[in-house]
T-cell receptor, first 113, second 113 residues
Framework: DGGITQSPKYLFRKEGQNVTLSCEQNLNHDAMYWYRQDPGQGLRLIYYSQIVNDFQKGDIAEGYSVSREKKESFPLTVTSAQKNPTAFYLC????????????FGQGTRLTVV | KQEVTQIPAALSVPEGENLVLNCSFTDSAIYNLQWFRQDPGKGLTSLLLIQSSQREQTSGRLNASLDKSSGRSTLYIAASQPGDSATYLCAVRPGGATNKLIFGTGTLLAVQP
């Protein structure tokens, strides 16, 4: 089945640790995105990538880092510099271009303990 | 700056009722608008995508309309069922920023059996 796989589903992080969230897609999409969702707020864009080895900051990139070494993979690292990392993280992908439809994974819930 | 608003924030209806969810956006320069469904603790499922040149899209019991000039979209759900209970999110893809979706905060729908 084609789709977007995020892992793990739940992740716990201690203060001061970096953690990496995985996102893999087999839809052959060029563009991939990371969003953060907090209660009562809309989804906010962290980073996005249109092609391999290229990515751009979104609205709330501070404290996060990404890489795009393969077309199908777009991992997100939440660094210790992120002040409030507890949130639900969603990965998405789409074809490049202005009129494309976005598809989302099932999300990773990150909790700082 | 593009802003997306969804009203109401929550809605409860009896089973079988037809209902309308609203989405408004401040800048009419968009490429498309997408409606999503989100179940608790899950990712987003794409329901309908309306391109800027279209007026409406239909899928089963769902019908989405778009009035770009007035900055409004509606999602009509016919003959609601308890299984329709979820949060419904709309998102616009703004003109000039082709790889970024801007989301509303969603409408939490409860369909009572």
């Amino acid at each position: 089945d084609g789709g977007i796989t995020q892992s793990p589903k739940y992740l716990f992080r201690k203060e001061g640790q970096n953690v990496t969230l995985s996102c893999e897609q087999n839809l052959n999409h060029d563009a991939m995105y990371w969003y953060r969702q907090d209660p009562g707020q809309g989804l906010r864009l962290i980073y996005y990538s249109q092609i391999v080895n290229d990515f751009q900051k979104g609205d709330i990139a501070e404290g996060y880092s990404v890489s795009r070494e393969k077309k199908e993979s777009f991992p997100l690292t939440v660094t210790s510099a992120q002040k409030n990392p507890t949130a639900f993280y969603l990965c998405a992908s789409s074809w490049r271009g202005s009129y494309t439809e976005a598809f989302f994974g099932q999300g990773t819930r990150l909790t700082v303990v | 700056k593009q802003e997306v608003t969804q009203i109401p924030a929550a809605l409860s209806v009896p089973e079988g009722e037809n209902l309308v969810l609203n989405c408004s956006f401040t800048d009419s320069a968009i490429y498309n608008l997408q409606w999503f469904r989100q179940d608790p603790g899950k990712g987003l499922t794409s329901l309908l995508l309306i391109q800027s040149s279209q007026r409406e899209q239909t899928s089963g019991r769902l019908n989405a309309s778009l009035d770009k000039s007035s900055g409004r979209s509606t999602l009509y759900i016919a003959a609601s069922q308890p299984g329709d209970s979820a949060t419904y999110l709309c998102a616009v893809r703004p003109g000039g920023a082709t790889n970024k979706l801007i989301f509303g905060t969603g409408t939490l729908l409860a369909v009572q059996p």
